[in-house]
């Protein structure tokens, strides 16, 4: 992923001069993927999801002009983790008792009362969402993860807003800790030996699983043509139903991301 470019003049076409759209050019110009998602809502507007999400101004442009109160989702992952502190639940204390960990970076209000601390490491370190996995109140979105960005509304109302001097465009990304990537990276005691994909893939779950799939082939350096006609035979003989040839072609442009390993 990019690192950001700081200081982006604040022009935009006026077919989109509205906040959110505007932002979410903005976004694109720091070299983050985005789509929309429902107006008050972290809720993406199509399907499949995060995965739709786009480079493209013109997309975005189309995207905004048909409904400009649609929210803005930034896709993480390939670099770009966040830290998402929730004070209600302890997050805030850690936060606080280590800010070492967690030096000056682009970080944001949420809607909901939390901070979105956002982070880089290597395009080629895999850090998937997590739960609770360094500490009670702190989540993470990374690999195949998004995160709402501002100024997006929170379903309270509230907006989504950065902090004075944090935004992305006025402060680089800090470098995810060592400590916490190995946190992170470090498998749960009770993790059992990875099962076999399913003879069956039910419905539900065949994104998240081709889209597993296509990053271990993408890790062992296989070619995205290969890595498109692996998952056309499994996505025919074990999803049920099979997903749309579209959304198959969405799961490899987002994997296409991603380094694949030398």
């Known amino acids: 992923m990019a690192a950001p470019q700081l200081h982006i003049p604040p022009v935009v076409p006026v077919d989109v001069q509205t906040p959110l759209g505007a932002a979410a050019l903005a976004y694109v110009r720091l070299g983050w993927l985005v789509f929309p998602l429902w107006p008050r809502s972290k809720q993406p507007l199509h399907k499949p999801g995060y995965l739709m999400a786009t480079w493209d101004p013109a997309q975005i442009r189309e995207w905004w002009r048909g409904n400009p109160r649609y929210n803005v989702g930034v896709v993480t992952g390939a670099g770009l983790i966040a830290l998402d502190i929730d004070p209600a639940k302890g997050g805030q204390q850690w936060w606080d008792t280590h800010r070492d960990l967690t030096p000056p970076t682009a970080t944001s209000h949420t809607g909901g009362g939390g901070y979105h601390l956002l982070c880089q490491v290597g395009s080629d370190v895999e850090i998937r969402n997590s739960v609770g996995k360094i500490a009670r109140g702190i989540d993470v979105r990374g690999d195949g993860g998004y995160i709402v960005a501002p100024p997006s509304i929170h379903p309270n109302g509230r907006p989504y807003r950065w902090i004075p001097g944090r935004a992305p465009w006025e402060i680089r990304r800090a470098p995810l800790a060592s400590v916490l990537i190995s946190r992170l990276l470090e498998p749960p005691r009770s993790r059992r030996l990875a099962s076999a994909i399913p003879a069956r893939i039910p419905e539900g779950e065949r994104n998240t699983t081709l889209f597993s799939l296509a990053g271990t082939m993408r890790r062992r350096n296989m070619s995205l043509e290969a890595i498109v006609a692996a998952l056309r035979?499994?996505?025919?003989?074990?999803?049920?139903?099979?997903?749309?040839?579209e959304e198959v072609m969405a799961i490899v442009r987002s994997i296409s991301r991603y380094s694949p390993a030398c």
């Open 233 to 245: 035979i499994e996505n025919t003989a074990r999803c049920e139903p099979p997903l749309d040839d």
